[in-house]
């Protein structure tokens, strides 16, 4: 059983920043990827930023210049140092964990969310 802990979402102004902490603990054999997905009222899940065991990253366009996403390999810790917020960034964010069983067997983790949300 794999569990992901949030924390750091909340509320400010636009133009300001947040710090999203997630960390995975449990039966943890081969992380592949980690990362962040947001859902906005009415809108689908969308992706916010991924981090691979390469180190390799990837960004929304919306968000490429103001979030930077960094991971902790030794803690199963990823973070989202979130800049110039801005308004359409509201909503509630999820944490995403990909990992590999002995059998190869890949599988999705999800976080409970937390949500953000920012002011004009």
Request: proline share 2%; charged share 15%; with cysteine.
């Amino acid at each position: 059983q794999v569990h992901l802990v949030e924390s750091g979402g909340g509320l400010v102004q636009a133009g300001g920043s947040l710090r999203l902490s997630c960390t995975a603990s449990g039966s943890i054999f081969s992380v592949n990827s980690m990362g962040w997905y947001r859902q906005a009222p009415g809108k689908q899940r969308e992706l916010v930023a991924l981090i691979i065991s390469d180190s390799s990253t990837n960004y929304a366009d919306s968000v490429k210049g103001r979030f930077t996403i960094s991971r902790d390999n030794a803690k199963n810790t990823v973070i989202l140092q979130m800049n110039a917020l801005k308004p359409e960034d509201t909503a509630v964010y999820y944490c995403y964990l990909n990992v590999a069983t002995p059998s190869k067997i890949w599988l999705d983790f999800w976080g409970q969310g937390t949500q953000v949300t920012v002011s004009s």
